[in-house]
């Protein structure tokens, strides 16, 4: 599938959506979008992680680990797809609430959670799919959230920065097929960082500190770009990648020259507000051709 196929345009008539909501404006934007499409939406949040902004929707409620109560809030509301979307945090085990139809996928979910990232994800799509819901990527049902192709923002990148950008695609690709990396940061062809576990902002964070390590050219100019695009295979229907004004303000505290990424394969969060930050700061957005 196309990451940038529209649902909009499928036979059929309109869907039943249901959105698991963790945080930031994404599920409201692709509850609005799904909407305006015609769709029905229901949207279940998670506890702790979803905002109030989804109380605008129909909605209901559930804790991390209360599987069957979520199923029950989609079928009860007549659900036939499920968009997950959603900044979370890592669960509080103290506050994790198990119930019976967590304790029946047991079983498949200790096997999910024994592989890496990719498995998992993987694992989540089966999960759903065997209780009768079809996973839908954001981009499916929102497709105008995704990046363009060109210069979006600030200045032409220079001869350096395209260097940056070409190294950083290339440690990308060689560390996709281990299950790591979305993003990394390269400065002058040195890789200052790649992201892991700890996600975008905690790679930005730390690159800053790392860029400061002495070399005076570093500290008096903006060096270095955040390349991001998703993993060789990587299950965009639940984690495909996303920027926004957060990750422009942090490239900007980091001292980098500008943003790279993968156009129509990554999810671009408000846009007039990022591409406002971007140009008041001098740094560029660059959507790149999928290699």
């Known amino acids: 599938m196309s990451a940038a196929h529209d649902i909009s345009a499928m036979p059929g008539g309109p869907l039943s ?23 029905k939406v229901h949207i279940v949040g998670v506890e702790g992680e979803a905002g109030t902004n989804i ?8 804790k991390w680990g209360q599987v069957g109560r979520m199923f029950g809030h989609f079928h009860a509301a007549g659900c036939t797809d499920i968009v997950i979307i959603g900044s979370v945090k890592r669960p509080d085990l103290k506050k994790i609430r198990i119930d019976l139809g967590a304790i029946r996928s047991l079983p498949t979910l ?51 920065d395209y260097a940056d950008i070409d190294k950083g695609m290339a440690v990308l690709k060689a560390l996709g097929g281990h299950d790591v990396g979305q993003g990394v940061v390269v400065a002058k062809r040195y890789v200052l960082g790649i992201e892991a576990a700890e996600g975008t902002d905690e790679l930005l964070r730390r690159s800053g500190d790392l860029r400061q390590w002495g070399n005076s050219w570093l500290q008096r100019k903006r060096v270095g770009v955040l390349v991001k695009t998703p993993k060789p295979g990587q299950e965009l229907r ?39 930050i971007a140009n008041d700061a001098g740094v560029f957005i660059l959507g790149m051709n999928d290699p």
């Open 17 to 39: 959506i249901g959105i698991l909501a963790g945080g930031g404006a994404l599920p409201r934007l692709v509850a609005e979008s799904a909407i305006a499409d015609g769709h």
């Open 238 to 276: 639940v984690d495909m990648p996303t920027v926004g004004p957060q990750t422009i303000r942090l490239i900007v505290d980091a001292g980098l020259s500008g943003l790279a990424i993968t156009a129509h394969r990554v999810l671009l969060v408000d846009r007039a507000e990022t591409y406002r």
């Open 110 to 160: 200790l096997g999910i959670l024994a592989g890496g990232d990719d498995a998992i994800l993987s694992g989540i799509v089966s999960v759903f799919e065997k209780n009768g819901l079809r996973i839908r990527g954001a981009h499916e049902i929102a497709p105008t959230l995704l990046a363009e192709e060109g210069l979006l923002a600030g200045p032409e990148p220079s001869e350096a």
């Open 55 to 62: 109380s605008a929707f129909p909605h209901d409620w559930m």
